[in-house]
């Protein structure tokens, strides 16, 4: 008889903050709304949604960023991305722009719309000191290219990052293939369930993990019984453990579940720069001044 495989529980609750960014978009910030509030390798994850379009309109002109990654989640809207190398992505509903900034980047995220719902996510993934800096990167994924697999319960999952597997189904998310070459190691999943709908998840061991739920109600099974989950806020997951278990309320639940492998470096941050010591960030800054950022 197979032993029963431990839970991971809820070791912290990190709500999210009214917040804003780029040229004054409204959103609010959960991981990162301080030093002390990341989880590594995660630096941050900023929900954005209104149907306001003066809360989103002036967008994220162009702007610097070195040392690690962003990962733009769209679920209503249409963002344009352009940045120094030349890429042009249409960011439109369902879809993920994954960009790895490297030594240096400049991009803008401008919406493409002047009225309507936006509403999506961003995240920031550390990058280790070996690969801070290498050169940028773009990827575009549009929604028909991310996988959507039924749950046998109902329900279904997006497969972002990484790879699950559903009864006798491996299902690989498009980051999959990259992500092998990825120290992080990413999982990037979206779960939707329907009321009293369950979800459990294996992760792999030593990964950070946590659960951010965007509508809905939420509870984590734990070893001694369940824990809710308020909406917008991360709820970090114990290290111990080996699967996560995912519970829906009477309302359903759509829910970000994410986990990847931590670096275990130290981590300076100054605005879009994140590096290891205080003269990389020096040296970044000077670098972006000169011109020299993306050289």
Not at 147 to 171: F, N, S, T
Not at 243 to 267: M, N, S
Request: net charge negative; hydrophobic share 40%.
């Amino acid at each position: 008889m197979r032993a029963a495989v431990a839970e991971r529980g809820v070791a912290r609750i990190v709500p999210s903050v009214a917040a804003s960014d780029g040229a004054g978009v409204k959103l609010r910030r959960s991981l990162g709304s301080a030093p002390s509030l990341r989880v590594d390798p995660f630096l941050m994850l900023d929900e954005f949604g209104t149907d306001n379009p003066d809360d989103y309109i002036a967008g994220f002109p162009p702007h610097p960023h070195r040392g690690f990654e962003t990962v733009t989640y769209m679920i209503d809207g249409h963002m344009q991305h352009r940045d120094h190398l030349g890429n042009v992505g249409d960011l439109g509903p369902g879809g993920v722009q994954w960009m790895c900034a490297g030594r240096g980047v400049i991009h803008s995220e401008m919406p493409r719309q002047s009225e309507g719902r936006m509403r999506g996510f961003q995240l920031w993934i550390n990058l280790p000191a070996a690969e801070k800096m290498k050169p940028a990167s773009y990827r575009d994924i549009p929604a028909a290219d991310i996988p959507i697999a039924a749950l046998p319960g109902g329900g279904q999952v997006k497969v972002i990052a990484g790879a699950i597997q559903i009864a006798d189904r491996r299902v690989e998310g498009p980051i999959n293939g990259l992500a092998a070459k990825l120290s992080t190691d990413p999982l990037y999943l979206d779960l939707e369930l329907p009321p009293g709908g369950e979800f459990t998840q294996p992760l792999p061991a030593g990964h950070a993990a946590f659960l951010y739920p965007y509508e809905g109600d939420a509870t984590v099974r734990t070893a001694t019984g369940a824990r809710a989950v308020p909406l917008q806020a991360a709820a970090v997951l114990d290290a111990a453990g080996g699967v996560v278990t995912c519970i829906a309320g009477p309302r359903g639940l759509r829910a970000l579940l994410l986990a990847a492998q931590p670096i275990g470096e130290p981590v300076v941050q100054h605005g879009p720069f994140v590096m290891n010591t205080r003269e990389e960030i020096e040296r970044a800054i000077a670098d972006y001044q000169a011109g020299r950022l993306t050289a």
